[in-house]
């Protein structure tokens, strides 16, 4: 395999592939280092908000965008990035197996990671009946009674947008102090089937060998529901470039400009790792940053 390209994209997930796809498409040799390809969107049983795909499993549609990718010319190496240097601006990767590859560009698409609370029952029933993500997996919420753990705005937000769908939706909050915006907070207070539960925490999630049957809380209470949905957060995946000391925001999301460069020239982000599209984590947006990515490099190229 050759050890230099005109870009290295690091990462897959729906923002990698379609990076490789313009940077092919620009006549750019590109390769697309991953360690476990696909993200949260691979993990959905089902995806109904991505265009043209009425309903499809994620991994379908994540199958999909690799086979495009390499349809047009992308290399792939399913290996983890271990190291990430600029010396002479040239960029060196290295790899899990030792291996170099070198590039004046590169796009970070390590995307985020979904904060746990770390009780028994979630790892386990992950994507069963927990979920992080509310607009990508609401058909399983449908009629049902769901929990949503609460730690700020969006779980305000998701929890209006699941009252239209679920027949209850519980909101535990861990204490008696709101962190989400009045104007969000008084509208979940107006809706008859949220139910705000104040100074809670899950213990853990029990099942039964059909559905999850209740939550047992902290206080020793328990409450029934068929799906729990936490929205306490996430953490963007920016360890990798932290000895680039690239700017970030205080949510350590790598600030980049409209062309989705970072600070540091000729590294370029996209996806949820950044500050860009107003932090609307979908696929969608992923996609569409990724090509702009690519699009911006092509640019800098013509220009040199």
């Known amino acids: 395999m050759e050890k230099n390209f005109d870009v ?17 498409r620009y006549k750019m040799k590109n390769i697309i280092i991953w360690a476990q390809p696909g993200g949260a969107l691979a993990m959905s049983h089902k995806v109904e908000n991505y265009p043209w795909t009425i309903s499809a499993p994620g991994r379908v549609i ?12 992308s290399t792939l190496l399913a290996e983890m990035v271990t190291e990430l240097k600029k010396e002479n601006d040239i960029f060196k990767v290295k790899t899990s197996a030792g291996k170099n590859f070198y590039s004046k560009y590169v796009i970070l698409a390590t995307g985020n ?16 009946w927990v979920s992080y993500c509310a607009t990508c997996d609401w058909m399983f919420f449908k009629n049902r009674d769901v929990i949503v753990v609460w730690w700020g705005n969006t779980a305000v937000t998701e929890s209006l947008y699941l009252s239209e769908i679920c027949n209850k939706v519980y909101i535990l909050n861990r204490s008696y102090v709101f962190k989400a915006e009045n104007i969000w907070l008084e509208q979940a207070k107006k809706k008859e089937n949220i139910e705000i539960i104040l100074n809670e925490e ?23 529901a068929e799906w729990i949905f936490i929205a306490i957060g996430s953490l963007p995946n920016t360890s990798l470039v932290d000895a680039l000391n690239p700017e970030k925001d205080d949510e350590w999301c790598l600030v980049v400009d409209k062309r989705q460069e970072t600070s ?36 800098d190229v013509l220009k040199q």
């Open 264 to 299: 540091i020239k000729w590294l370029y982000a996209a996806g949820d790792v950044t500050t860009n599209s107003n932090k609307f984590k979908q696929t969608i947006m992923s996609a569409a940053e990724w090509c702009l990515a690519a699009d911006s490099i092509h640019e």
């Open 62 to 73: 994540m199958e999909n965008f690799r086979e495009h990718a390499i349809a047009s010319g």
């Open 113 to 128: 990671s979904y904060k746990k609370l770390g009780c028994p029952g979630e790892k386990e029933f992950l994507w069963k």
């Open 8 to 24: 290295i994209i690091i990462w897959a997930w729906s923002a990698g592939y379609p990076a490789g796809m313009y940077a092919s």
């Open 202 to 224: 899950v213990e853990e999630i029990v099942w039964d060998t059909l559905w999850m049957t209740w939550v047992k809380l902290k206080s020793g209470k328990e409450l029934k």
